[in-house]
C-alpha cells in the first residue's frame, strides 16, 4: 500500500514562488510514475509535471520553463518547485502515483494514477 501525504502550497503574489512537497510512504514497483495534477473551479483535473522512476521528467506545456519537478529519494519526497507563478495557476494542487507508467505518458493518463494525495491549494494573486 502507497500512501502519499502532501504539504506546501498557500498564496504568493504574481511573479512569486512556492514549494510543494509529497511525501510517499510504501512500496512501489519499477517502472512507476509520480506526478502533479491541478484542479482549477470548474475545470478538469490536468496533468502538471511528472517523473518516473528512470528519472525523466514530463511537463505541461503551460508551466515549462517556471516549475521543476524532483525526487529526493533519501527522503522519499516529491518535490515541486514552482516559479515565476501567474494567477491562472491558482488551483488545488494533487500528487499521484501510478505503476508501469513512463513520464512520458504520465501528465494524459489521469485515470492510470491509483494512489493520490489529499490536496494542497495554491491561490496566486495578480
Known amino acids: 500500500l502507497v500512501h502519499l501525504m502532501q504539504s506546501g502550497g498557500g498564496s504568493v503574489q504574481s511573479g512569486g514562488s512556492l514549494r510543494l512537497s509529497c511525501a510517499v510512504s510504501g512500496s512501489i514497483d519499477s517502472p512507476y510514475s509520480l506526478a502533479w495534477f ?50 491562472e495557476d491558482s488551483a488545488m494542487y494533487y500528487c499521484a502515483a501510478a505503476l508501469k507508467l513512463w513520464a512520458d505518458y504520465a501528465l494524459d493518463m489521469v485515470d492510470d494514477f491509483t494512489y493520490w494525495g489529499q490536496g494542497t491549494q495554491v491561490t496566486v494573486s495578480s
Open 38 to 87: 491541478r484542479q482549477g473551479p470548474g475545470k478538469e483535473r490536468e496533468g502538471v509535471a511528472a517523473i518516473d522512476s528512470d528519472g525523466n521528467t514530463n511537463y505541461a506545456d503551460s508551466v515549462k520553463g517556471r516549475f521543476h519537478i524532483s525526487l529526493d529519494n533519501a527522503k522519499n519526497t516529491l518535490l515541486l518547485q514552482m516559479d515565476s507563478l501567474k494567477p
